[in-house]
Nanobody, 126 residues
């Protein structure tokens, strides 16, 4: 069935950087489409970034493009989200999610993903 565990969240100041990690067990991330979503207080879950089996194809929400970067370490079976120039509006619980295959047109839809982690809190505040 598999399990995903996120880590790396914390409290940072505006302009700081943070690196989140999603560790998988019971499945191989290089055979999955893996995405990061986030949910801010009082809001719905929104797409952040995703990558498919090929690490060369990466997709980002407009709100994070140029600031966030998704990557995968096949040896460690982890997917990371490097976040730079963090702003208060980036405050949210960040989740990773996977599915064996997600069509490109739906890669930003949370209902397409089968397996979810429990999330890690990121708070950006001065």
């Amino acid at each position: 069935q598999g399990q995903l565990v996120e880590s790396g969240g914390g409290l940072v100041q505006p302009g700081d950087a943070l690196r989140l990690s999603c560790a998988a067990s019971g499945l191989t991330l290089s055979r999955q489409t893996t995405a990061w979503f986030r949910q801010a207080p009082g809001k719905g879950r929104e797409f952040v970034a995703a990558m498919r089996h090929s690490a060369t194809n990466k997709y980002y929400a407009d709100s994070v493009k140029g600031r966030f970067s998704i990557s995968r370490d096949n040896a460690k079976n982890t997917v990371s989200l490097e976040m730079t120039n963090l702003q208060p509006e980036d405050t949210a619980v960040y989740y990773c999610a996977t599915k064996e295959w997600v069509i490109l047109s739906a890669i930003d839809r949370e209902d397409q993903y089968r397996l979810w982690g429990r999330g890690t809190q990121v708070t950006v505040s001065s």
